[in-house]
């Protein structure tokens, strides 16, 4: 079988080491630069608030997911279907009346959506139904891959139900402003909304990377190892090196970091990969597909007050279509467990990197949130802490899943494994790691 080294716990190597471990391979070994796993799924806990790294929910209905996490230990939370369209000083809900009763007249009241919207939202949801989420993750309904953008407006829905409802609502999800990722995405997504749950466990998104790290003996992890090189011998890999200069030994690596440490790798040891002779050495009749780095980034602010402002277990979308805000969430009408007795955590998330300090960027949000709210006390929200993640999903325009490298890397017992190689989610991640597996489980090629 051989010695395996998976380099990064994120969601992706912690799926790798878990499949392969339930196939039976014991010789392996986990390397994360950090102090825990996750990647970009943690959560910290700050004055005894949980925060995860950035506003982040799962949707039950991932398949992956289905695969590999065990829902019911996860203690999960779910939000309530639909969402709140806030505008200053009004409120309108838009629920999902085929499974939450109540939001039945107050959407259909809604004047936000016309009554076309509506059938147009259960029209698609019957066409998706008939597709599995792989067939519409690689075709959507068919034909050329368009934006979100183009989509909506090619498929009937109004300018109205799009400003305030789809547009907001897929930004935060894709966390693109402009919405020009790819409309598979969009259907993906859908899809998944209107057969699962958007929910998140009882002590935050961390959970998950836990129960996956569970998987894993203590000694088969190593947290604070940053690994500096990946060794290659005689066109095949050999083992790694670490930051501290140990080296170790390897018949397979797997390469589960971030897409912008993967790149450095796969431009090292392939020389920029235009170098015709550097990929034929390798065997190969073409260079490898570059892997993606073109980042998207998103900034969230945390906020604790001991009120409540907001109708329970609803997403609020800004609905305005001015502002910084794109949505927030009352979490603790989700699970009351991530904040102290008797305090109110809010997220409140803002796309891109605000050129603001984050003082500055707390106070705009709080005057965005007081129009919202006019009556009630905002000036007494207390900022918990602000992420600013960089990276925090990569691009997907449309036809990216065509441009996207698979997981073998062109080097013998060299293997990617990351949301990169499928798409730039939880269950791109999951698939990746799985992937990945079954490709050194099947001797080496994707
Ligand atoms: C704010 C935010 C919101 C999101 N919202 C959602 C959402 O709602 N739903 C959804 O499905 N997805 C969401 N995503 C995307 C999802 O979180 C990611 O797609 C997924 O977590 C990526 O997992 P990964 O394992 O591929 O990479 P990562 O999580 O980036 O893991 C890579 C790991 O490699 C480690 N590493 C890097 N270099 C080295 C090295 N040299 N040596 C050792 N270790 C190294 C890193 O420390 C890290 O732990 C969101 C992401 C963010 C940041």
């Given at each position: 079988m051989g010695k395996v080294v998976i380099i990064g716990a994120g969601l992706a190597g912690l799926t790798c080491a878990k499949v392969l471990k339930q196939q039976g391979w014991q010789d392996l070994l986990l390397l994360e630069k950090?102090?825990?796993?996750?990647?970009?799924?943690r959560t910290d806990v700050v004055d005894g608030f949980r925060l995860d790294r950035g506003f982040q929910v799962l949707f039950t209905a991932y398949p992956g997911v289905q695969r590999h996490l065990h829902l019911r230990d996860l203690n999960l939370r779910n939000y309530r279907p639909g969402a709140v369209l806030a505008k200053p000083g009004q409120a309108f809900l838009l629920g999902d009346p085929l499974r939450d009763l109540a939001s039945g007249i107050p959407s259909l009241l809604?004047?936000?959506?016309t009554p076309l919207d509506k059938l147009k939202i259960l029209q698609l949801r019957a066409q998706l139904a008939q597709r599995s989420p792989e067939q519409v993750f690689r075709e959507?309904?068919?034909?050329e891959d368009l934006s979100i953008r183009e989509f909506l407006h090619q498929y009937g829905f109004s300018p109205a139900i799009c400003q305030h409802f789809l547009y907001p609502f897929y930004r935060g999800i894709l966390?693109?402003?402009?919405?020009?990722?790819?409309?598979r995405l969009f259907a993906f997504y859908f899809k998944m909304m209107a057969e699962g749950s958007i929910a998140t466990p009882a002590l935050g998104m961390g959970d998950i990377a836990r129960q996956l790290a569970?998987?894993?003996?203590?000694?088969q992890i190593r947290y604070q190892t940053p690994v500096e090189q990946i060794e290659v011998e005689e066109g095949k890999v050999c083992g790694i090196r670490t930051r501290t200069g140990d080296k170790i030994a390897a018949d397979w690596v797997i390469c589960a970091t971030d897409a912008l440490q993967a790149q450095v790798w796969q431009q090292t040891l392939f020389k920029?990969?235009?170098?015709?002779s550097v990929h034929s050495a390798y065997g190969l009749e073409q260079p490898p597909v570059p892997i993606p780095t073109q980042a998207r980034s998103v900034t969230c602010l945390y906020f604790r007050a001991p009120f409540s402002l907001t109708r329970g277990g609803y997403l609020y979308l800004n609905?305005?279509?001015?502002?910084?805000?794109n949505h927030w969430v009352e979490l603790t009408h989700i699970s009351?467990?991530?904040?102290?007795?008797?305090q109110h955590l809010y997220s409140v998330v803002v796309l891109g990197?605000?050129?603001?300090?984050d003082e500055d960027l707390a106070q705009t949000c709080c005057a965005e949130l007081q129009d919202y709210?006019?009556?009630?006390?905002?000036?007494h929200l207390q900022v918990v802490r602000v992420y600013r993640i960089p990276f925090a999903q990569f691009v997907q325009p449309p036809g990216f899943q065509a441009h996207l490298p698979t997981?073998?890397?062109?080097?013998?017992g060299l293997v990617w494994a990351g949301e990169y190689t499928q798409q730039s989610s939880i269950e791109g991640s999951l698939r990746s790691g799985e992937q990945a597996a079954e490709s050194v489980l099947k001797g080496g090629r994707a």
């Open positions: 950090s102090d825990g796993p996750g990647g970009r799924v809604n004047p936000l959506a959507g309904l068919g034909g966390l693109d402003p402009d919405l020009n990722s790819s409309a569970d998987h894993l003996a203590p000694d920029g990969l235009s170098d015709h609905a305005s279509g001015r502002g910084w805000i009351p467990d991530l904040a102290p007795t008797g990197d605000p050129p603001l300090s709210f006019p009556k009630a006390p905002v000036e997981v073998f890397s062109g080097i013998q």
